[in-house]
Each structure stands twice: as structure tokens, then as C-alpha cells.
């Protein structure tokens, strides 16, 4: 087994923001809900069109 030096160095983790006392450092995103997020955005489905347009390739003759 390893000898500790009396210090608990394993334990911090240096990537932890400093604030100001008496403050919280947020490390996850606030959102008004639960679980993962839309990646549409606020789209609400289903939609009455779909704004794609399919690409055609023009063939050289």
C-alpha cells in the first residue's frame, strides 16, 4: 500500500471554479426542465411543412 503524506491531493479536483463566499459554482445547465433537451429547439411536432429540399444532381450529357 502507498503511504499517505497527510495529504488529500487525489480528492481536489483542480478544474473547480473559484466564487466568492457565500456563492455556488453551477456545474450542470439550468434548464425549466427535466432530462435532455431538444435539439430542435422549441419545434413543436408534428409540423404542418418541412422547410428541406432535397437536392438533384444535373447530369452533364
Request: glycine share 8%; net charge negative; proline share 13%.
Amino acid at each position: 500500500m502507498a503511504k499517505e503524506n497527510g495529504k488529500k491531493a487525489g480528492r481536489i479536483d483542480p478544474t473547480w471554479p473559484e466564487v466568492p463566499e457565500g456563492e455556488h459554482p453551477v456545474s450542470e445547465l439550468a434548464a425549466d426542465r427535466q432530462g435532455a433537451l431538444s435539439p430542435y429547439g422549441d419545434t413543436t411536432f408534428p409540423l404542418e411543412a418541412v422547410p428541406y429540399e432535397h437536392p438533384e444532381t444535373q447530369i452533364n450529357k
